[in-house]
């Protein structure tokens, strides 16, 4: 009987769920395992080593070269033949902390406010960029944050914390640390966009109104976002709404919206 493979630790899900080839038919779709994922983003994008993957993922230097190998076969086939990508499934397990002296930044696991307790295993926890009850509409901006837990479609937890003056790419660390996973916020610029993907963290930005009912949409999968959200003193006039039209009326204030 084979020995059944060891379950691979990864820091976290990325980002981005699949990648579809532009102005070609769809044909079948190449599925990456989440470990194989992590193998390519640690080696070619971290510049790990093989042993220092091996290390951080738990696993023997042998199977990260058979993980990498396969994974960069399937990424190939997907860029020269025009096939969709799915990033899903595979055998890994979520890090605990016990990785944190091999992954730095990544897989911080520190709590920024020791008054939030830890993520439970299978919840999702979400942040809101958070004013008076309702959706603050500049992310660099927000001197707060509630975070939500939520497990099953329900609102398992919910707290109000200080950003205590951090701000920008700043806040991407800070909600890391929070083990926040998604953040639903109002306008939002670049910057702070390629900082959350960095670390992970799934995005709903464009939205507005109050922060609970939006957490409640988004757990009932019926949250009406802007998946090209931004927000560039340079790109709007006097007037614009950082929401772009999903009904945000805050304007942007000094010319910068958290980028």
Do not use: W
């Not at 220092?52 to 990260?64: E, F, G, L, N, P």
Request: glycine share 12%.
């Amino acid at each position: 009987m084979a020995r059944p493979s060891r379950c691979r630790r990864i820091c976290s899900e990325p980002a981005y769920e699949s990648f579809i080839p532009e102005g070609i038919p769809c044909q079948g779709q190449v599925i990456l395992t989440l470990d194989e994922y992590e193998v390519i983003r640690l080696i070619d994008l971290e510049k790990l080593t093989h042993e220092q993957c091996a290390r951080q993922m738990d696993i023997s230097r042998t199977t990260v070269t058979e993980i990498y190998e396969a994974a960069r076969e399937k990424i190939a086939e997907c860029i020269v033949n025009g096939r969709p990508l799915l990033i899903a499934g595979g055998n890994y397990r979520f890090c605990d902390g016990s990785a944190v002296p091999y992954c730095g930044k990544v897989c911080r696991r520190t709590q920024a406010n020791p008054e939030v307790p830890a993520k439970g295993e299978n919840e999702m926890r979400v942040a809101v960029t958070y004013e008076n009850g309702e959706i603050f509409q500049h992310f660099g901006h927000t001197e707060q944050f509630k975070i939500y837990d939520v497990e099953d479609g329900k609102i398992t937890k919910e707290q109000v914390v200080d950003t205590n003056g951090s701000g920008h790419g700043a806040l991407a660390g800070f909600l890391l640390d929070l083990q926040v996973d998604t953040l639903i916020c109002g306008g939002i610029g670049m910057g702070a966009q390629n900082a959350l993907a960095d670390a992970g963290i799934r995005l709903y930005g464009g939205v507005a109104g109050s922060a609970d009912e939006a957490v409640k949409a988004l757990a009932e999968g019926t949250l009406a976002y802007n998946p090209d959200v931004h927000c560039d003193h340079h790109e709007h006039g006097e007037g614009h709404s950082c929401g772009h039209g999903h009904g945000g009326d805050h304007e942007c204030r000094h010319g910068d919206c958290g980028r």
